[in-house]
């Protein structure tokens, strides 16, 4: 079984730069056409969720930077 691993790696490497990169552009546009893509209102939907959630995450850590910074500035004073 290793024999073939070996031969088909020799093989490749008997390929062309130009034929190598011929052959990623085929199967990566063989593999796109398996993807499958989300409508308009889907993506307009996980925008928004997405955009909510940072939105959400920003506040928690403001609230917890200004708490921070109001107990540093109440234990070493100003």
């Given at each position: 079984m290793?024999?073939t691993?070996?031969?088909r ?17 085929r199967?990566?546009?063989?593999e796109?056409?398996k ?5 308009r209102?889907?993506?307009t ?14 506040v928690?850590v ?11 500035l ?5």
């Amino acid at each position: 079984m290793n024999d073939t691993i070996v031969e088909r790696d020799s093989a490749d490497e008997r390929k062309g730069l130009f034929a190598r990169i011929g052959l990623f552009y085929r199967q990566m546009v063989n593999e796109l056409t398996k993807v499958v893509w989300p409508t308009r209102n889907q993506m307009t939907t996980y925008t928004w969720v997405v955009v909510g959630f940072v939105a959400i995450l920003a506040v928690i850590v403001g609230v917890v930077d200004l708490g921070l910074a109001k107990a540093v500035l109440a234990v070493f004073g100003k």
